[in-house]
């Protein structure tokens, strides 16, 4: 019998608060015991990492969430073919703290190294070097998978090809991962050559971008949301490369803590214009280049606890899609003429690149432009969620399930040409539909979803 408590566990954009029934295993025999038990409850059972996905993903309000963060232990490495087979809970913090001093990394990691190896796998997700090494699913040899029967079973490309597949930016639904085997990389240094220049306008950027995808591993742009006319786009170009040695000891960032929640009115289009317009100069007029811990290159909002806290009792939302290279300048620049106009006050937007689709029948990349932005929940949101879905839907794109809080399941069914084979997965593995989220109800990822 597993133990189950009651608390609230929101997304990151912190909007639904609501008490959800939870386990906290820290074997394996307890995870089985919670999923036996959690199938039989009305709304299923899902697994849940570390709360890094932003809307309401990890959200299963009428059933159970298995909270897979405890079970974190590296189970084995090889150094012949870099290969670390990792409990599901394990985190990029921890890959990072064990691998990096003896001189190995991961080659693909999201913004935060608070997300879990199986959150990452759920997601498929990129990083700042998508154009040249794919996204997670690239680098997961294979991944063991605990079905709602309790049935276990191994998937990899040429093993359960199809599950392999459906579980890589699955969502959480075809089963419970238990374990992630990753494939990392060797590193001369810990430490990251970091070059930063202003862009002017949104022409700018994308010039800058088509140069840095021939030279540069890693690439992101930030961009001040809120600037209009002939500012728009304006922002900052950061690109990275991987230094061949250590100039000093490097010491990792220390991490402050948001103390309080802030009030929501603290957030206005002057305040958030004011911050961006400091950030952007920050950087001086002829650029610069330093030498940086990688820690504070992979993961800037890492250094700041809690950050999600700033916007407030009400929450967020974070937008983020991906437009076709051929469609992205008129579809990135529509998409910011829509958010400034609603003057929805956003810190900087992230601007990335991706290099072609993931080997997830649902994962989240196509060669193309990624933008990403924070909008403090409002009157107004909602509203601007949709015409921004419209956008995308428009220019060819797709919206990242991770980030999403309100994409319609007519949008989603659109943006995702292998649906049909992702149904098909679940309906052999999860024929009850006993794997469940607040997100799989709201866009109907099952077929008979209610
Ligand atoms: C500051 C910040 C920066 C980010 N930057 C990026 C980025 O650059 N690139 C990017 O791709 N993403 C980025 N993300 C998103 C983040 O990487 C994903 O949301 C990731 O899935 C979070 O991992 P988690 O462990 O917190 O998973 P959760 O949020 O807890 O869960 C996410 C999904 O994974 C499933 N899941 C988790 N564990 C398991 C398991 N053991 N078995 C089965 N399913 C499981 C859940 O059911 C859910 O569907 C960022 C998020 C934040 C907060």
Redesign the pocket.
Known sequence: MSRWKTIALPG?GRRDRAPQTAARPERVAEVRAAVADGVAAAGGV????????YGD??VNGTGRLIL?ERLDRILSFDEGTGIAVCE?GVTFADLMRVFLPKGWLVPVT???A???L???V??D???KNHDRVGSFGDHTAWLRLLLPSGETLRAAPDENPDVFAATIGG??LTG??LEVAVRLVRTPSRTMRVAERRIRDLDDFFAAFVAARDTATHSVGWIDALAQGGAMGRGILETGEIADHDPAPPVPPRPRRVPVEFPGFALTPLSVGLFNAVYRRRVPEGGRERAVPMERFFYP?DSLLDWNRIYGRRGFHQFQCVIPDADARAGVGRLLEAISAARAASFLAVLKTLGGEGRGMLSFPMRGYTLALDLPHGSGIPDLLARLERITLDHGGRIYL?KDSALSADGFAAMHPRLGDFRAVLSRLDPDGRLS?DMARRLRIREDAA
């Not at 899902?46 to 996905?53: F, M, P, T």
């Open positions: 990151w899902l697994a849940r990492g570390r709360g890094r996905s993903q990890a897979m599901a999201p913004g935060t608070f997300a879990t199986g959150g990452a759920a997601n997700v990129h990083g969502c959480g419970v991962i909002l991770a989220s």
